[in-house]
């Protein structure tokens, strides 16, 4: 994880600030507007600032959704949720899981909440998109890039993806849920409603 975040998520942020160099008002928006705006940026520097950007915002979302102290069953109107969707959490981890498992090359595996309410739903991302471009907000997310696996777990995607769970912040997935059923005008602000400064 240290690996992950010092290299490769540090490399999205420089890439990202290097394509923005000679674009100053770019450079004061926030990440996740860049990554819904795609059709206002530069056709020169669109793709990548459209890949590091969403490299940046889905790398700190990750971390955000991680302790040391993590683990345990989610709580509260969270459960409540999980448990109506998905029939129990065990198996919402089963079928987020098996998404992860299967999504094609680099990907990112999601539990998220359509923007105008209903099911909870497990989706799949390619690259570095986010499901806020597909009217989704995100709860959790986790990393099945290789480089996610490819030291501890030795490119098992199965075997990372299973040993996660102990670290996931159950905390900070109640927190984005609870965000998820503001109205959408408090949400959709500059930072996409992500918080993720909060
Ligand atoms: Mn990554």
Request: hydrophobic share 40%; glycine share 8%.
């Amino acid at each position: 994880m240290k690996l992950h975040h010092d290299q490769h998520h540090a490399s999205y942020v420089e890439k990202l600030n290097a394509a923005l160099e000679e674009h100053p008002d770019l450079q004061a928006r926030s990440a996740i507007w860049l990554l819904l705006h795609q059709r206002e940026l530069p056709g020169a520097i669109r793709t990548a600032v459209t890949n590091n950007a969403g490299g940046h915002v889905n790398h700190s979302m990750f971390w955000r959704a991680m302790s040391p102290e993590g683990g345990g069953e989610p709580s509260g109107a969270l459960a409540d949720a999980i448990k109506r969707d998905f029939g129990s959490a065990a198996e919402f981890r089963a079928e987020f899981d098996d998404a992860g498992e299967k999504a094609f090359g680099s990907a990112w595996v999601w539990l998220a909440r359509p923007q105008h309410g209903g099911k909870l739903e497990v989706l799949t991302t390619s690259g570095h998109a986010n499901p806020l471009s597909q009217a989704c907000f995100p709860l959790l997310l986790n990393d099945v890039w290789e480089h996610a696996y490819y030291l501890k777990h030795e490119n098992r995607r199965a075997a990372y993806l299973k040993g996660w769970w102990p670290v996931v912040n159950w905390q900070e997935v109640a927190r984005r849920f609870e965000r998820s059923a503001l109205p959408l005008e408090q949400r959709w602000q500059e930072d996409g409603g992500l918080a993720l400064e909060a």
